[in-house]
């Protein structure tokens, strides 16, 4: 059995029972039944409910006359979304915000989570990257239906019918490598930098592991904001207008 977190053992401890039989209801069998609930899934739990209650505690004390710090600081980050979104797709690109500003920040905590004794990073496991990566991938291939209707297809058959047979194949390659991208390299940073943290604290407890500390805390803002702009890009490009 896997080792699992404080959280993650009470909430197998509170609901293995009633996860398992859900699970047999979709005919899946678990791999632990007694412990169904991993710890990764268990985290992104508790970040879900963290900003959930974070954004509500926003919600009720926003003002115009005395903004408070939390206001300040979501105003900010959502300022920062919006310029870097105005600069790639443009004037038109508001409606997108707030998926933008909730992958930002999603990805952002469940990068530094794993800094605090007793959590993990949750895209430190494989399927926690990949979940995002088709969240995003459904999101910007939906938004190029509603912009464009049917003719969102044409993006991918080329700018003449003489391609069409090249570059469709070309093109469904090149939209799905974009799921195994922002998942490998998400996944891939987060787990080398956990490692290597973990390693130098048990070989160096003071001093040395604060260096790689503060490594980690940039990994993981840079590898939040290239996840939400590789989403930007992919957005752009789905609602681009032909010329």
Request: aromatic fraction near 12%; glycine fraction near 8%; include cysteine.
């Amino acid at each position: 059995m896997h080792e699992q977190l404080w959280f993650t053992h009470l909430l197998n401890h509170l609901f293995a029972g009633s996860v398992t039989g859900f699970l047999r209801m979709l005919h899946i069998e678990p791999k632990y039944p007694t412990a169904p609930i991993t710890n990764a899934f268990a985290m992104e739990l508790l970040i879900f409910a963290f900003l959930l209650l974070l954004f509500l505690l926003v919600r009720s004390r926003l003002s115009v006359e005395s903004p408070g710090g939390l206001q300040h600081t979501f105003e900010g980050i959502e300022g920062f979304v919006l310029g870097q979104s105005h600069e790639i797709i443009g004037h038109h690109s508001e409606p997108y915000i707030p998926f933008f500003t909730i992958v930002f920040i999603f990805i952002l905590v469940c990068n530094m989570i794993g800094l605090i004794p007793g959590f993990e990073s949750p895209t430190g496991v494989p399927a926690v990257p990949l979940g995002c990566a088709i969240c995003a991938f459904v999101y910007y291939n939906v938004q190029g239906f509603k912009h464009a209707g049917v003719g969102y297809l044409k993006h991918f058959l080329g700018p003449i019918p003489a391609l069409t047979p090249l570059m469709l194949p070309i093109e469904l390659i090149s939209h799905t490598a974009r799921l195994l991208s922002l998942t490998v390299r998400l996944w891939a940073n987060i787990f080398a930098g956990d490692l290597v943290t973990l390693v130098f604290f048990s070989m160096i407890p003071i001093g040395v592991p604060i260096v790689f500390l503060g490594l980690h805390i940039v990994v993981a803002v840079l590898q939040a904001y290239v996840f939400m702009l590789l989403s930007i890009i992919y957005v752009s490009g789905a609602v681009a207008e032909e010329h």
